[in-house]
């Protein structure tokens, strides 16, 4: 599966699903930046694929478990993709996971994705990720944390945020963040104002302060 499958998958997306429109807070200026999204289940990484306006020139970033069939089963269920405590969750438990390890891999291979990893390869993920950006493209992110019922996605990761130090140290230039609300109930992508990397900051003078802000974004 390569560029074909992943454009006929999104002409698929975009013709027997809801349109979505975009809001912006601000005038999009173009140029190397980070789109910071809520997951909104499964259908915020798909719907911003698919029918986000600046789609072609997206890179998100793929959980390296995804990548992997013999992963996937552990991480749909650790990801919490139904509600655990639901009816149907016994059967669910049983045979979503092994579903989407046949189809999901090879679905993401196809995307133009940066894997991400969780242990010393992470620095992989970071580089890649520098280097789509130095082509003037745009990554995309869902870094809210999973959990069960009410705490679910109410924080989220911070780590990658040092990309802004390897981003400023390979470009001089400060790294943009777009926190987006997908907002299913309006069929709406709301954009909110960026948010700016400071490179004469230290990472941890400011890393509360960036959650802070991408986490308002993208509760909408």
């Known amino acids: 599966m390569g560029k074909r499958f992943y454009k006929l998958a999104g002409a698929t997306v975009r013709l027997f699903s809801h349109k979505m429109k975009t809001e912006w807070e601000e005038p999009f200026e173009d140029g190397p930046c980070v789109f910071v999204v809520n997951h909104a289940g499964s259908s915020g990484p798909v719907d911003m694929c698919a029918k986000f306006p600046l789609r072609d020139k997206i890179h998100p970033w793929v959980n390296s478990e995804m990548l992997n069939p013999k992963e996937v089963p552990a991480y749909v269920r650790k990801d919490y993709w139904w509600k655990p405590d639901s009816f149907f969750a016994p059967v669910l438990n049983v045979t979503v996971p092994y579903i989407a390890s046949a189809l999901m891999p090879p679905m993401l291979r196809s995307i133009p994705h940066i894997p991400v990893y969780r242990d010393q390869r992470i620095m992989l993920t970071l580089r890649q990720s520098v280097r789509v950006l130095q082509k003037d493209h745009y ?18 990761n911070t780590g990658w945020l040092r990309l802004g130090q390897l981003w400023y140290k390979a ?6 963040m777009y926190p987006v609300h997908v907002d299913y109930k309006n069929h709406i992508f709301k954009v909110a104002a960026p948010v700016w990397y400071d490179p004469s900051r230290r990472f941890s ?6 959650a802070e802000k991408l986490t308002a974004g993208i509760r909408g």
């Open 139 to 156: 990554l995309l992110l869902f870094p809210e944390i999973p959990g069960p019922g009410k705490n679910s996605h109410r924080r989220i």
């Open 205 to 210: 003078e400011q890393e509360k302060e960036l």
């Open 171 to 176: 470009s001089g230039r400060a790294l943009k």
